[in-house]
């Protein structure tokens, strides 16, 4: 690491104070990166500075479990909460960041330094975060990456080793994944990106930056969507002339999907905000589907149709790759109380369906109290479905994810370069 005697610049101090921002909206207020980095003050922010405050804020989300190991050897007691935001923020300079070691710790300073609550405490940050520097680099611990009690809860779902490899996954920045319009143009795009075609058809790029400049965007030949979350709608095999409904649609990567395959899609969210994505994404991708804002569960529209989706709300602990907010948002709590709305929405689901027709059921969630625990319910009280059981490499996931019941189980080790975890269900009714 080099030291240097350059002083924190204003708009060195500017990119770390939107930081702050990002990271106590992600702890402190659970409001989530994308909600607090679309505030106008952030906005108003150069672009080379709006990059590097989300990239330091999710590198500390990737690493708080250690930042807070190695902070809690130094802390003789609990700082204010800010406080110890912008230690968080330092210590990842220190470690995973480009930052001049220096740079690292005089920012951190400045920051302490620039408001009247956390001025008492800047010599605190100057002391741990020196202190730390002298310590070295810490050693790597996947067990260390995740909450005590999701480590556990992974550890009792899936093993020892399994859970370890799980965790190991949250450090590691993810690549972008794509899903093309049409994949007769999978090979065309995959030379023009660079990309790695997955198995499924999912092109995986490797460049960073904003996707909107990359060949492709403006003229609508494919969306950003992660390898996992692309497998549930290809479970569907749908064709021209078929009805679909995506119920829980928003952001609309699914029905992108369905539309694209020619179906015609009924997308229905409860929140007419999150719709105008979904609208966009439609027509920038030059298809078409019905847009509805409703709540899934109590829908008053009697129509069936040939295929039903159910993304279901969830703990999302499964998206930490490109959300490690989710992680440290979760609560214990949250599951069971998820869990009953899961039921609900299913239950609203299967009635939509025509007799023969096919429901696939999923949730980006690690917990099995939320996908099979689910499934296993629904099948009990609804005789009149039945496991469509998934082929091994169907859709796209790796066969590793298939499960003896012939659902999915797919966990973010499960794929070269990582991917979400799912648990996905395909279910007909007889």
Not at 19 to 24: G, H, N, R
Not at 89 to 105: N, S
Not at 322 to 347: E, F, M, N, T, Y
Request: glycine fraction near 8%; hydrophobic fraction near 50%.
């Amino acid at each position: 690491m080099t030291d240097t005697t350059a002083s924190a610049r204003p708009d060195d101090l500017a990119a770390r104070r939107a930081a702050l921002a990002l990271l106590e909206a992600a702890l402190s207020r659970r409001a989530g990166i994308d909600e607090a980095a679309s505030s106008l003050k952030i906005q108003a922010l150069e672009p080379r500075d709006r990059a590097f405050a989300r990239a330091l804020t999710l590198a500390a989300l990737r690493r708080l479990g250690v930042i807070d190991r190695l902070l809690a050897a130094r802390l003789n007691r609990e700082p204010p909460d800010r406080v110890r935001h912008i230690l968080r923020l330092g210590v990842t300079q220190l470690f995973w960041m480009d930052t001049p070691d220096h740079a690292a710790v005089s920012t951190s300073v400045a920051l302490a330094d620039g408001e009247r609550a956390t001025r008492p405490f800047k010599g605190l940050v100057n002391a741990v975060l020196r202190g730390l520097l002298r310590d070295g680099a810490p050693a790597d611990d996947p067990e260390a990456l995740a909450p005590a009690w999701l480590m556990a809860r992974w550890t009792s779902a899936w093993g020892p080793e399994s859970a370890r490899a799980i965790a190991a996954q949250i450090a590691a920045e993810p690549a972008t994944d794509l899903t093309a319009r049409d994949n007769g143009d999978l090979e065309v795009l995959a030379a023009e990106l660079d990309a790695v075609l997955l198995p499924g058809g999912t092109l995986r790029v490797a460049q960073r930056g904003d996707p909107a400049a990359w060949p492709g965007f403006a003229e609508g030949r494919w969306w950003v969507q992660d390898a996992a979350a692309a497998v549930p709608a290809r479970l569907l095999h749908l064709n021209a002339g078929q009805t679909a409904l995506d119920l829980c649609a928003a952001p609309g990567g699914k029905t992108l999907q369905m539309a694209a395959a020619g179906a015609a899609v009924t997308a229905v969210d409860r929140s007419a905000e999150r719709l105008k994505r979904v609208a966009e994404n439609l027509a920038r991708m030059a298809v078409s589907a019905e847009v509805v804002a409703a709540d899934a569960g109590d829908w008053a529209d009697a129509r069936q149709f040939d295929a039903v989706l159910l993304d279901a709300p969830c703990s999302a602990t499964g998206t930490f790759r490109r959300h490690p907010d989710v992680l440290w948002a979760a609560r214990p709590g949250d599951i069971a109380k998820l869990a009953a709305v899961q039921s609900r929405l299913l239950d609203s689901a299967a009635r939509r369906v025509v007799a023969g027709g096919v429901l696939v059921y999923c949730v980006c969630s690690l917990e099995p109290e939320e996908g099979e625990g689910q499934v296993s319910a629904f099948l009990a009280r609804n005789p009149d479905f039945s496991t469509d059981p998934v082929a091994e490499g169907e859709g796209g996931a790796p066969a590793a994810s298939r499960t003896a019941e012939g659902w999915l189980r797919l966990l973010p080790h499960q794929r070269d370069g990582g991917q979400d975890g799912f648990f996905v269900a395909r279910l007909r009714r007889n």
